[in-house]
Every structure is written in structure tokens, then in C-alpha cells.
């Protein structure tokens, strides 16, 4: 441990102040940051606090009791640029695009500073985040899971405020009754078009996490054929990644086309926002799938369920008669909310894991069901490890 653990673990709590996703200080979480910043890093970013700041105000703040003592002779520019690379920092939000902000650790700072070129650094982090989620995927054992999940259906069950959302007319409306403390959105295609249209002048492309770490890592690519850059920044998170190298900009008849191409293979379209607040600007479009995707795979695979989402839609039957049997719905659907029974010779539905993808409707050759409104938001309970074995072996 070259850094104070003390220090960082009092940065892990400044950053998970700043989210709705509560991070461990777990042994790995504390040496991603070890691998990824110096001692300078660590006590300008303590220094500088939770609150948004301008580069201007930055700068005077490294300048003045940073610059110089304790042997540092990096330029501001230089040092700057490498708080900006990791993505240690971001835009605060959309309206104010140099005042920037510490990152919430995951969703944000882990996906962000590891999205860019492949580097040691970079690698280091992502492996060192991996070691913690497998930490998270060994606890299921029945007295956390019995606990977790109770945890989770009283978090979705704290009230589901009615949320309006207009973006077909260039704007977005919301209106709530309380709070909503969803960590992000699943969104159909139809309305990612939307969110494109409303940020087309500022929208990037970067790599998926996901896919990223199953290649580096001799895990076989993705089964649909996506392409590793999966993950679409918006607003001045798009700029802001665009400008230190992380992200390549994309028009939006460019990023239009991405789309098809990734509701052809199965993706599940979730927003990313500010805080992991839903009430907050969308900074991230995450196009990722049953076979890569962490949440999903480690649900799939019987760790700890970490899927709690908004979700918007419901897929209502109308014509059972109409289906073959294929079970694509079931190949496509992220948390086995839906598939065809071959015993039973019919289709099995469960809303309480249903998350609102649309793939089962998308995948389908036929009419047998559509997508309806149905606004809500969704905690898939984590699958007991008997479930995972049986079905492994069926």
C-alpha cells in the first residue's frame, strides 16, 4: 500500500456521498486507487471536497498549496490532464460545463476511467473492480440473500411516484409526487432515438466496461457480435470525454445506426445519470447485453442481485396462440422474466422480474405480445444457488 488507506477510504466516502449507489471500502476498492492516482491526486482531490468547482478555482487550489511542496513539479496542465483522464473529475451538470465535480465511484468513475485506450493503468483498475464484484457474487448465502432482498423490495416498494417524461417535442418533463431513488432507467429503443435527437450535437461512443473486461481477460467476445465501443456519453459528459481522449465523437445518423445495430442484437438500453439519480440529466447510454452485461451475468450466474431499475414498459400478451416455440423471448430476456416451457407447451411470464427491455417483443417473429406503459420500478431478487445448479444441469 504506497498510499494512506486511511485517506482513501475517507475518498470513498466522499465519493459515495455524492451517489445513490453506496460503494464498500472493501481491500480491492481501496487499491483501484491505489493503482490509478499518487499522493498528490489523493490530497488535492480531499481537499478539494464533494462540491463542484471551477478549473479556475481548481487550478488556484493546486497552485497555491500543492504546486511545488513535497516535491511536486508537475504544470497545473500536465496534472489536470491526468485527474481528467481517470476521470476522477466531471462535468457538474449539463448547464455548467466547467464547473466540474468529484465522480460517484460505480456507476461513473470505474466505467469512465477505464472506457478510454487500453492502458497498464487502466487494466489495473478494471482487475482490481472485478476482485470486488466476485467478492459480492460468493456472498450469496441465505441469511444475506434473505437479507438483501428484503432490503431491495422495501427500496422498490418505498413508493412508486409518478414520473412524466416528454422527449418527443425536444424537452423533458417530470413531475413527482416524492423522491425517486432508482439508479437508472431501461428505456426502449423508440425513446433512446429520442434522447439521441434531444443531445445531437453532443454525443460520443466509448467502450463498454463489460465487453472490454471479457476480452482483455480471455473470456470469448460477445455471443450477439457487439462491438467493444458500446457506451454512449451525452451532454458535456460526452464533450468532456471526447476532449481528454476517452471517447470519440459520433454523429447523431452515426449514432442512430449503432442503435440498430444494437437492438438487432438483444441490447438492453439502461441511462446512466448524474448522482446514479434518475432525477438528473442523462449522461450515459449503456447498450449492453445478457451475455456480457456484469449486472446481469452475475444475477444469471447466482451472485448477489444488484438489478434495481425504473422501468417504463410491460410486455401484454395478445396472441399466445400465435407462438412457435422458438424461445428467443427466453435467449434474449435479461433476468429470466420470460420463456417458452417445452413441458408445459407454453409461454412463462413473471412481472416481478420483467424489467421492461422489450427484447422478448423485439426478438419475436410474430405478434404474440406487444409493449404497454406500465411505469414502475423493478428489484429482481437474487436466485438461490440450488435454482443456479438445477437449471446448469437441466
Known amino acids: 500500500m504506497k498510499l494512506s488507506e486511511k485517506k482513501i477510504k475517507k475518498m470513498i466516502a466522499m465519493m459515495n456521498s455524492i451517489s445513490e ?81 468529484l465522480a460517484p465511484i460505480f456507476p461513473g468513475w470505474i466505467e469512465l476511467g477505464v472506457s478510454g485506450p487500453l492502458n497498464e493503468k487502466r487494466q489495473a483498475v478494471m482487475n482490481k473492480f472485478m476482485e470486488f464484484w466476485g467478492l459480492l457474487s460468493k456472498l450469496n448465502i441465505p441469511p444475506i440473500r434473505m437479507y438483501m432482498d428484503r432490503k431491495g423490495m422495501k427500496k422498490r416498494d418505498g413508493g412508486t411516484p409518478h414520473m412524466g417524461i416528454n422527449v418527443s417535442r425536444g424537452s423533458r418533463e417530470i413531475s413527482l409526487d416524492q423522491p425517486l431513488n432508482s439508479e437508472h432507467q431501461v428505456y426502449l429503443a423508440g425513446e433512446v432515438y429520442q434522447l439521441l435527437k434531444r443531445h445531437e450535437n453532443e454525443i460520443a461512443v466509448m467502450n463498454c466496461f463489460c465487453r472490454l473486461y471479457k476480452s482483455i481477460n480471455g473470456l470469448g467476445e460477445c455471443r450477439e457480435g457487439l462491438p467493444i465501443e458500446g457506451c454512449i456519453s451525452l451532454g458535456a459528459v460526452s464533450r468532456h470525454l471526447e476532449e481528454n481522449g476517452v471517447a470519440k465523437h459520433l454523429s447523431y445518423e452515426e449514432a442512430c445506426e ?137
Open 21 to 101: 449507489v453506496k460503494i464498500p471500502p472493501l481491500k480491492p476498492i481501496v487499491e483501484c486507487f491505489d493503482v490509478s492516482m499518487d499522493a498528490t491526486m489523493l490530497d488535492f482531490l480531499l481537499e478539494a471536497g464533494s462540491k463542484a468547482h471551477s478549473s479556475e478555482e481548481l487550478k488556484c487550489l493546486y497552485l497555491e498549496k500543492f504546486f511545488q511542496a513535497n516535491g511536486e513539479t508537475r504544470a497545473w496542465e500536465e496534472f489536470w490532464n491526468e485527474l481528467l483522464e481517470m476521470s476522477f473529475v466531471f462535468p457538474a451538470d449539463h448547464e455548467h460545463p466547467d464547473m466540474y465535480q
Open 258 to 394: 449503432l442503435m440498430d445495430e444494437f437492438e438487432r442484437k438483444g441490447c438492453i438500453h439502461t441511462t446512466y445519470h448524474y448522482g446514479c439519480d434518475a432525477n438528473q440529466e442523462e449522461i450515459v447510454i449503456c447498450n449492453c447485453c445478457k451475455d456480457c452485461c456484469l449486472l446481469f451475468t452475475d444475477y444469471l450466474s447466482g451472485g448477489l442481485s444488484k438489478i434495481f431499475v425504473k422501468s417504463y414498459y410491460i410486455p401484454e400478451m395478445i396472441d399466445e396462440s400465435k407462438c412457435v416455440g422458438c424461445d428467443k423471448c427466453g435467449r434474449y430476456c435479461p433476468t429470466e422474466a420470460t420463456y417458452y416451457d417445452r413441458q408445459a407447451k407454453k409461454l412463462v411470464f413473471d412481472a416481478e422480474k420483467c424489467i421492461g427491455c422489450g427484447q422478448c417483443v423485439n426478438q419475436c417473429a410474430f405478434d404474440v405480445r406487444k409493449m404497454v406503459r406500465d411505469e414502475r420500478n423493478v428489484f429482481v431478487k437474487t436466485k438461490r444457488k440450488k435454482d443456479v445448479k438445477e437449471a446448469a444441469n437441466a
